[in-house]
């Protein structure tokens, strides 16, 4: 059974960090993409990053510079450091784990960011 379960999120003021994880099993984590993905209310959901097997991550304009994704293969997790957060940020934020056609999703974990 191939299960992706989002923790970290929270509550965070303007200005703050998150550190998002994504522990996975029931897959083959070291060849999978693994990415991180967004969605507000009212909108659809975003390509946040993502990292492949062989560690090139690839990053949504808008969080250049203020995230960094990254992975353990020897835990089967994927993370999502979040710096500088802004209020513009607040979403649900979901695992995803891609190889070939197989994709994965996690429940999604939210964020909010707001004084």
């Known amino acids: 059974q191939v299960q992706l379960v989002e923790s970290g999120g929270g509550l965070v003021q303007p200005g703050g960090s998150l550190r998002l994880s994504c522990a996975t099993s029931?897959?083959?984590?070291?060849?999978?993409?693994m990415g991180w993905y967004r969605q507000a209310p009212g909108e659809q959901r975003e390509l946040v990053a993502t990292i492949t097997s062989n560690l090139i991550t690839n990053y949504a304009d808008s969080v250049k510079g203020r995230f960094t994704i990254s992975r353990d293969n020897a835990k089967n997790t994927v993370y999502l450091q979040m710096n500088s957060l802004k209020p513009e940020d607040t979403a649900v934020y979901y695992c995803n784990g891609k190889f070939f056609t197989r994709t994965h999703w996690g429940q999604g974990t939210q964020v909010t960011v707001s004084s």
């Open positions: 029931g897959i083959s984590f070291g060849v999978y993409v």
